[in-house]
């Protein structure tokens, strides 16, 4: 027998605990430096990110709130209009046939402006004299029926008186004859009869002539009237025709006046106007509707040209502005310089000045506003007063010498940053 095999030698994995060492205790007082430094990075940190959160406004308009004087006024834009002009309006359509006057032209009253020409006026005045025409003709027709009628019942009124006088006769000769004897009763009878026939016939005519006679009269009247119509309304078409030469109204000089040969115009149409120069001057301005309720006669307005006084406020509101006249009070004569047309700058006083808090106008001055406080704008509610040439009258939540944003803020926000 063959002797058994040694047992394989057992390997040992290496468990490290021979390398294992005891570390010495960590020092609790390092950690009491370490944290409070910790801490303060981290706050200065947070501190100096901060503003980056805020919105910046790169382009702000900043304006000073200041003591002044407030006066409510309104910066107007005026025209120089005279007193006294004539709008010249087309009366009739046609087409420019000459223009016999011209823009600045000094004209006297009944001088000639320009001529029109109407194709359909001239057809139409040719139809209305033809009508006229026919319609005479008719009754010219009419008249003499009515005489060729008259001389015929003449001729039979004659006739009948005749056969009336011979059958009276007739009638007489009967009973003459009858009361000697000679004539029979029945003959008698019969020249009565024949007697009250006649007279009959003749009274009856004569009624029957006057009754024609009257219709044929009325319905000559009627067509008269009728002609006399035509004739009137052909008398307006050749006044309408007179009317295409247009003649000026009043003595003055023209404005605004720029016809041209060929052009078109209608009933109604602005050509321009004639200003009366010694009529005197005033100022016209628009002011916005808004202002309205405050505006009445006497108010002051202010310019290069001397003090004006608020004459007239036109109430008619035409795209949010309403037009007011201003004229130089009492005897004061305008400055020779002026001219119609001209622009004139003057300043309205709508009321007394008086000292306030003031803001310059800004879209962003509303009643939230944005303060300046170091590098940030901070929201803030104020109250706002009037408004008047620029500035704004600050009533309450400001004081003097704070900075406000007056541009618009890019939002709603409670804070902004400033570059």
Do not use: C
């Amino acid at each position: 027998m063959t002797a058994p095999s040694p047992a394989p030698a057992t390997h040992r994995v290496p468990s490290g605990a021979a390398m294992d060492r005891t570390l010495p205790p960590t020092r609790r007082v390092a950690w009491r430096i370490v944290l409070p430094a910790l801490a303060l990075a981290s706050a200065a940190a947070l501190a100096w990110w901060r503003p980056s959160r805020l919105q910046t406004i790169h382009t702000p308009q900043l304006a000073v709130v200041h003591a002044g004087e407030f006066r409510d006024e309104l910066a107007l834009r005026a025209r120089v209009e005279p007193m006294r002009s004539v709008q010249l309006d087309a009366p009739e359509a046609g087409r420019v046939e000459a223009v016999l006057a011209h823009d600045g032209d000094k004209v006297g009253a009944g001088a000639p402006l320009y001529r029109l020409h109407s194709p359909e006026q001239e057809q139409l005045l040719m139809q209305r004299g033809a009508e006229v025409a026919q319609q005479m003709a008719n009754v010219s027709v009419q008249r003499s029926a009515q005489a060729e009628r008259l001389a015929q019942n003449r001729r039979e009124l004659a006739q009948l008186q005749a056969a009336q006088q011979q059958a009276e006769a007739d009638h007489q000769r009967q009973q003459q004859l009858a009361a000697a004897g000679f004539v029979s009763p029945a003959a008698l009878e019969q020249a009565e009869r024949q007697q009250r026939l006649a007279t009959q016939l003749l009274e009856q005519a004569r009624h029957d002539q006057r009754v024609e006679a009257d219709t044929q009269q009325q319905s000559l009247d009627e067509m008269a009237r009728a002609v006399r119509g035509l004739q009137r309304g052909l008398d307006l078409l050749g006044r309408s025709r007179e009317r295409l030469l247009q003649r000026a109204p009043i003595a003055g000089q023209l404005s605004g006046f720029q016809l041209q040969v060929g052009a078109s115009v209608k009933p109604g149409d602005r050509l321009g106007r004639i200003d009366d120069p010694a009529g005197g001057l005033q100022l016209a301005a628009d002011v916005d509707e808004f202002y309205l309720p405050r505006l009445h006669a006497g108010q002051v307005a202010t310019s290069a040209n001397g003090e004006l006084a608020l004459a007239q406020t036109l109430p008619q509101v035409q795209g949010g502005k309403v037009r007011v006249l201003l004229r130089w009070p009492g005897n004061a004569q305008p400055p020779a310089g002026l001219r119609p047309g001209q622009a004139v700058d003057l300043r309205l006083q709508l009321d007394k000045p008086a000292p306030a808090l003031l803001l310059a106008e800004g879209p962003g001055v509303q009643a939230t506003l944005y303060v300046r406080d170091g590098h940030e704008l901070h929201r803030r509610q104020v109250q706002l007063g009037r408004r008047a040439a620029g500035q704004v009258e600050v009533v309450a939540g400001l004081q003097a010498g704070d900075e406000v944003l007056i541009s618009q803020p890019p939002s709603e926000a409670e804070r902004f940053a400033l570059p």
